[in-house]
């Protein structure tokens, strides 16, 4: 793990990134064309962690743009209430809040359609007034940011400034063919370079080949622990995770359960590992074994494995508790 993070460490982490809601189609099985059904839910991969994070007890920023409606007054309420501070939390009038479509199929698959709105309008001036001084995590973990606009500008002009500042950087690409169907080359580049940045960094299995460009999850976790510096984890489903820490890799099991809806699974795993390096100083961060890496990664697969049970990730993350953790 790198070593030139910050000596000053808070235990606040900032998630930036979409916030959004998803409209889940509750006729489950059917595609979104054949669906006639549809629940409310606020999410946003980024918008998840944060939730996540303070549900476990964790202090955590929110840096996004939603728009000046109801679904954006929706979202900034709701993050209120799981106690994430907002005040990063911006609300633009000209441009409507970012939807999700998503219908459940079988085994807890997705099926997604994004109508994107003021999630993509945040600017480099409006994260260049984050105050950095007083967070030790900085965790990009958006779909949408890779995409052309203000958000793709911002997100690597905050990166940069924490780079500067030494803080301590987490990344998951969020990965969603829909909206790179068409660049995929943009996607592979745009998170190397994030890659190469952080300390810590999440992948599923199939980002893991995309970016890599190899065809198995063994060849893609070789070819990250090569090139990057971090520890990682790709996650495998009901398999668990494979963790890549100081050149070697380990599978790390899951729990079973019976999945009801996979929606924020991933961001409550990334929650969970997130909330339990914010709970260490820095020189622990730095100290820790491939054993106390599992553990971390142990108890992401816990919570990422009981969110599953859920309808909508929001409400898994409202049941989540630090108790599940060994």
């Known amino acids: 793990m790198q070593t030139n993070i910050s000596s000053k460490f808070s235990g606040k982490t900032l998630c930036i990134g979409e916030a959004l809601i998803d409209?889940?189609?509750?006729?489950?099985?059917k595609t979104l064309s054949e669906g006639n059904n549809f629940l409310k839910k606020t999410g946003g991969a980024p918008t998840n962690v944060a939730a996540a994070i303070s549900a476990l007890g964790g202090a955590v920023e929110l840096s996004a743009k939603v728009g000046s409606d109801p679904f954006g007054q929706q979202l900034v309420d709701e993050m209120k209430l799981f106690g994430v501070s907002t005040k990063y939390m911006l609300q633009d009038s000209n441009?409507?809040?970012?939807?999700?479509f998503v219908s459940l199929m079988d085994a807890g698959e997705r099926d997604f359609y994004f109508n994107r709105g003021a999630d993509g309008q945040l600017t480099v001036e409006e994260v260049d007034s984050i105050h950095l001084d007083d967070i030790s995590i900085v965790h990009f973990g958006s779909a949408t940011a890779f995409l052309p606009g203000p958000l793709q500008a911002a997100y690597r002009h905050l990166l940069q400034k924490a780079k500067a500042k030494n803080i301590f950087i987490s990344f998951d690409p969020n990965y969603r063919q829909l909206l790179f169907k068409n660049d995929l080359p943009s996607f592979i580049e745009q998170s190397w370079v994030y890659l190469k940045a952080c300390q810590f960094f999440k992948l599923s299995d199939e980002e893991a080949m995309i970016i890599t460009k190899t065809d198995t999850v063994e060849k893609a976790a070789s070819d990250l622990?090569?090139?990057?510096?971090?520890?990682?984890?790709?996650?495998?489903?009901?398999?668990?995770?494979?963790?890549?820490?100081?050149?070697?890799?380990?599978?790390?099991p899951s729990i079973k359960v019976t999945p009801i809806d996979t929606t924020g699974a991933g961001d409550a795993f990334v929650g969970a590992v997130l909330y339990q390096l914010s709970c260490l100083t820095l020189q622990q961060i730095q100290a820790l074994s491939a054993e106390d890496w599992t553990k971390i990664m142990a108890n992401g697969n816990k919570a990422g494995a009981r969110t599953c049970e859920y309808m909508g990730g929001m409400d898994a993350f409202k049941n989540l508790s630090s108790q599940i953790f060994e």
């Open 23 to 29: 409209m889940i189609c509750t006729d489950y099985g």
């Open 225 to 252: 622990l090569k090139n990057t510096s971090a520890t990682f984890a790709i996650t495998l489903g009901e398999a668990g995770t494979m963790m890549g820490f100081n050149n070697t890799k380990v599978i790390v």
């Open 95 to 100: 441009y409507f809040t970012t939807f999700a």
